[in-house]
């Protein structure tokens, strides 16, 4: 395989790269907390922020990224329009208060944060919209199961360019994944440590120590050697470090393969807002 790093990219279906590594902000305070964590992690190397209108930090990653110094368009910046906020014209306005948090007048990216029942497709045509203005250099979706592609795919004549969805060596979405690929959408693996929840897994805490790496690297790696997009959440100067410390080994194919046999179907999401089985999202 290529000898990825910290800044490798995927090209999206638009053309547009998008770092296979990124920061997540969900759950970072606003104020100090999530600012120093976008400051450190761009002074590590990281050039992908997640946030979201819904996270309520987005002042605080806009103030980081003006302030590191790093030229704007070396950050992929990404945000997404929250369920409120669905619907043709409220997206558009939802879009501009994230700009003016942001502090940008573009971002990199733009995601349908879940599929919102009767509002999903009013919202994609703002979608197509933002990305014909040039306010978002992609648009993409989150939360959307092969059922949701499907509706929107026949309905659309933009593809998506990307699903931003729960991932990880305990939940692997293998039919989901691969539906994506064939139709040319980038999966971004969101809760990639399973929040933390599964370190402790003696299957995981083995394969750490036989490749003298932790918990964390390792399922961060073994996303990554399925060609996702990964976005660690950390507020902590000592682990922004250590999850992007993942491209100094490669797992063996044998042990890619021995960890596509763990899934447990574990979500960190509630049941209520499964995307696979809620009412919520029909
Ligand atoms: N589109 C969507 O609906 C969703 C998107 N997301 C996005 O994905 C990002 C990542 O997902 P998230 O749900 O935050 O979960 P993660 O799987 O990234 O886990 C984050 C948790 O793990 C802890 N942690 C981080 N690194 C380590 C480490 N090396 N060792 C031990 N503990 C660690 C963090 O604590 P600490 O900060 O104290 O280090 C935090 O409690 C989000 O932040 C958000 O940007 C997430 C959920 C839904
Ligand atoms: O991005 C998100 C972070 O996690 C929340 C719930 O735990 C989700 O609802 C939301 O989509």
């Known amino acids: 395989m290529d000898t990825l790093t910290l800044q490798s990219t995927i090209r999206m279906n638009n053309g547009v790269e998008i770092p296979r590594f990124g920061l997540g902000t969900f759950q970072s305070?606003?104020?100090?907390?999530?600012?120093?964590?976008?400051?450190?992690?761009?002074?590590?190397?990281?050039?992908?922020?997640?946030?979201?209108?819904?996270?309520?930090?987005?002042?605080?990653?806009?103030?980081?990224?003006?302030?590191?110094?790093?030229?704007?368009?070396?950050?992929?910046?990404?945000?997404?329009v929250w369920n409120d906020d669905q619907g043709y014209e409220s997206t558009?306005?939802?879009?501009?208060?994230?700009?003016?948090?942001?502090?940008?007048?573009?971002?990199?990216?733009?995601?349908?944060?879940?599929?919102?029942?009767?509002l999903r497709h009013e919202t994609w045509k703002a979608m197509v919209e933002i990305y014909k203005q040039g306010k978002a250099r992609a648009v993409g979706v989150s939360n959307y199961t092969i059922r949701h592609l499907e509706e929107l795919l026949s309905n659309t004549e933009l593809v998506p360019a990307a699903n931003q969805i729960e991932f990880s060596p305990f939940l692997y979405r293998k039919a989901l994944l691969e539906y994506c690929v064939q139709h040319g959408i980038v999966v971004e693996a969101y809760s990639p440590l399973a929040r933390a929840q599964k370190l402790e897994d003696p299957r995981l805490t083995a394969m750490a120590q036989k490749y003298g790496k932790t918990p964390a690297q390792i399922a961060l790696r073994w996303a990554l050697q399925h060609d996702l997009v990964v976005i660690p959440k950390s507020v902590r100067k000592e682990r922004i470090l250590e999850n992007a410390s993942i491209f100094d080994f490669e797992l063996s194919a044998e042990d890619m393969a021995e960890m596509d046999t763990w899934n447990e179907d574990y979500w960190t999401i509630s049941e209520s807002y499964n995307p696979e089985c809620s009412p919520r999202w029909e």
Not at 107 to 112: G, H, M, R
């Open 29 to 80: 305070k606003a104020g100090e907390e999530t600012y120093n964590a976008v400051r450190w992690a761009l002074e590590m190397g990281y050039r992908h922020i997640d946030t979201a209108a819904l996270y309520g930090n987005e002042e605080d990653v806009g103030r980081a990224i003006a302030d590191s110094g790093i030229p704007r368009e070396e950050i992929f910046l990404v945000t997404k």
């Open 92 to 118: 558009l306005r939802a879009l501009e208060a994230s700009l003016r948090h942001l502090k940008t007048d573009y971002v990199d990216l733009y995601l349908i944060h879940w599929p919102v029942k009767g």
